[in-house]
Structure formats: C-alpha cells, structure tokens
C-alpha cells in the first residue's frame, strides 16, 4: 500500500497555504490529528484547570509512551519523555559512571550540541574523545571506528542523520559492532525518527533520543529518551525529583522504575499528547511509505538541482536521507533561503553549522542551502523550487515577476 500524498496534504493546514514547506528537517508542518490533540488539551486546562485536565487524560497521556515505543521497537516502560532532544540525549549521557581516563567514540559529523557535551565532559569529568575517521563517502568508517575501540571505551555515541548533510550513518553496523565488544551504544535519532522505519532492537541500540518537531511532525518544544530496560541499572540518573524518585523515609528515597527515573515531574501536557499523536500518526500511515516516498523526492531534488547552472549538490554518503544540501557559485545560502522565503513562499534554511564550515572551507564555500523534504511534499513543489532557484540566480527578485505573463 502507498502514500495517498492529497490525503496527507488535506490534513496538513499548513499546506493549504501558497507554502512550500522544505524545511522539515528544522521543523516540519503538523497534521491535524497533532494540532487537535495539543488544542484540546490548552483549551481544558484553560477552562477547567490544568491539574484537573491531566487527571482527566491520565490514561492518554500514560499511553503516549505506548506510542513512542511502538515507533521505535522498544517497551512503553523504557520510554522517557522531555522538553527537546538535546534534555534527553544529556539525561543519557550524562547519567553514564564516567571515570577520569574513560574514553568515548564518536563520528566526524556529530550533532554540534553532543560535541560540545563531549567536550565539557573532557574538562569536567576528565574523560576523552576520540573521533572516528570518515569514509571517502563520508559517512563514519566503520572499521576504523573498531580499530579504535580500547579497554578504556565506555560509549560509542552517533548520530544516525546528521542535520546538515544527506549521508545516513551505518548505525545497524556500528550497533553490531559496540554489541561485540560490550560498549553502549547512543544513537541520536532526531532526522531518522519519523522518517525511516527504526527499530532499536535491529539497530543494536542501548539508547536513542529523538525530537518531536522534525520528520515526526510533533510540537515543539518535545523530545524523547529510550534505554534499554538491561542498561538501566548501570545509569545513575543526574537529577531526581519526585517524578523520577520516591521519598520513602527522611533519609530515604526509591528510584522510578524503568525509563520515568529520566523525567522531571513539570511537563507540558500538551505538547506530550501532541508527541504521542504524531507517533500514532505516523505508524497510522506506516514509515515504510514515508520512507519510500521521501526517498524518491529527495533523489528527484538532487537530480533536478545537479541541472541548474552554478548549482552544487553538496550531499555525501552512500544511502541518502530527505535532507538535500547545495550552494550556488555566486548567490549566498543566506541570499537565496531570504528571497526563496520571502519572495517565492518557499521554506528552505541555511546550513553553516561549525561542521558544514569545516567540511566546506577547503572549497571557498561557508554556507549551504538546506532543503529537507517530507511525505506531504510533491514533484510539482520541487518544480517551484527550481525555477525559483533558476530566476534568483538571473536576477529576478520574485514569484510574481518569475511567472509574468502567466496566471500566478
Ligand atoms: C535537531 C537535532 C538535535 C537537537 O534536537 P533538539 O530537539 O533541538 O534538542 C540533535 N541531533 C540532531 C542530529 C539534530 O538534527
């Protein structure tokens, strides 16, 4: 069974709009069944108390864990829920019994919030970083990374899609690997989550953080924590509260049981029923077909922009993500995601992260154009895209004027 692409669209407000929205890799458009379940839930604790409306939706808000964990391959009760990504990806690492002397592995393309923890770790807790060696396709050389695997290493940390470049990380490899040597395995999922079928279990995963905003399509403001239920007892948490523990005598206390011993009390409830609506959501139309259906239009965007004069496609690795980078030999990244905004209604961002700098520099290049495609977005979009691309390039200053003469 396909993707019913007009479906999806219906159901996507935001694509109601003269928006083209290719900016799912920053955060994607919600569907409906997410905005409702986020509405609902304000308008009652407006209306009847925000205490009260918790309790109310209890079961619904124990059963967004449910969700998680069927989106991932894991156990509702190995599911912890947080504020973004980056909170749950810390309450992880942070939660490892780093020793002075202890070492982690870790990629060339690491998210750049991990590698500064990385290096806060360095200073405060005394252990070190050692960056695996690229491929030439640039994707982490899996063999090299087990090369350098030593008594000292204590994590193997990834990142499955890294948010400025196309390439995919051979995490199942890598998880194979840190399973043959009994080291841990973090993998931070936030561009793979809702966008390819994931399966900790196949993945070799001992923990996975991801987002709620990307290729989910959750709210903002949403992230969350999976750990194997085997790996709990070797993790101390660094902050307990009487969500994550139990005060059971003055001098006392009892950890939460599983994945909850992550968590603060104080959420918004909201945006975690929006969280479990986008997992429904995106099961409900199967990641198979979301998969598929990305892949296609991302290997159609990179062909049609491989066309366009002065146009490079700067995407490495072997297998491909729906996040399409490139730069044009004249017009600044930051010139052209502006005008294709403002002027063309076309959402795109600017990559010119510390990584894309350090990629580029050897070619004069310090920025890219970033153009992450999703299941709602169409050929006839990534056509706009490039004749929108092709008219800024000629010095045209907008949509209007691209199509003079024509009906717009
Ligand atoms: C966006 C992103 C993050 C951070 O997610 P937040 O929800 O913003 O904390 C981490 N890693 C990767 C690869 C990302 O793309």
Redesign the pocket.
Known sequence: MGLDTQRLRAETPGCRAELVHFNN?GASLMPQPVIEAVEHHWAEEIMSGGYEAAERHAGQLQATYGAVARLVGGASDEVSFFD???RAWQAAFFAMDWQSGDQLITGQSE?N??MIAFRHAEKRLGIEVVLAPDTPDGIVDVAALEGLITARTRLIAI?H???NDGLINPAREIGQLARRHGVPFLL?A??SVGQMPIDVKALGCTMLSA?GR?YLRGPRGT?FLWVDGNALDALRPHALDIQSAQWTDVDRFQMAAGSRRFELWERNVATQLGLGAACQYALEIGLENIWDHVRGLAAGMRGMLAELPGMTVQDRGVEKSGIVTFFHESVPAEVLVAALRDEFGINTSVSNTQLTRRALRARGVTSLVRASVHAYNTPEEIERLGASLMALADGKRNYRELNAGQPV
């Open positions: 890799a973004n990504a980056t998210y919030s991990n990142s899609m890294p948010t931070d936030c561009q987002t990307k992230g």
